[in-house]
């Protein structure tokens, strides 16, 4: 019994002093909305998305919102729009899509390919675009770059909840 005892406390301390890195965002881009998961707590979000929102995001200027998975890479409380967290665009996948169709270069992909293995940030300045963003200012319509809006209010919500590390998956 001791040991049964001894065992479940030992347990309980481990995943206590875990971090919360189980949070997770998940934007359904048709829906328009943003899923915040941690703790056991769902919380929505209506979202505005990149003005031709349909797709993922292969090149600068297409004002697409990216599809895939990413992280959250850092916060900005000093936002032209408000508050925002940087997202992780472009991922490996989206790399390799964007070099197979010869938007980004051999060297520019491989480029982003160190720079994600050695877990820093890719290149936020090739063809494919970059400075994907969750921000304020408005979740009202489809009128970003390719970022995810939201209003203020929920924005501020979001911003206080999230950290930087923490995954974000954006689904069609």
Known sequence: ???YFFLASFFFLLLSSLPAWAAHITVFKAKRILEYKADGVIRRFKIGLG????????RQGDRKTPEGNYLITHKNPQSQF???LGISYPNLDDAVVAAKSGIITPRQHAA?????KQGGAPSQHTPMGGDIFIHGKGAGSDWT???IALDDQPMRVLYDLVRPGDKISIRP
Do not use: E, F, V
Request: include cysteine.
């Open 82 to 84: 408000y508050l925002s």
């Open 1 to 3: 019994m001791r040991n």
């Open 51 to 58: 003005a031709s929102p349909t797709s993922r995001k292969l």
């Open 112 to 116: 982003i390919a160190d720079a994600i």
């Open 145 to 147: 770059w390719g970022c």
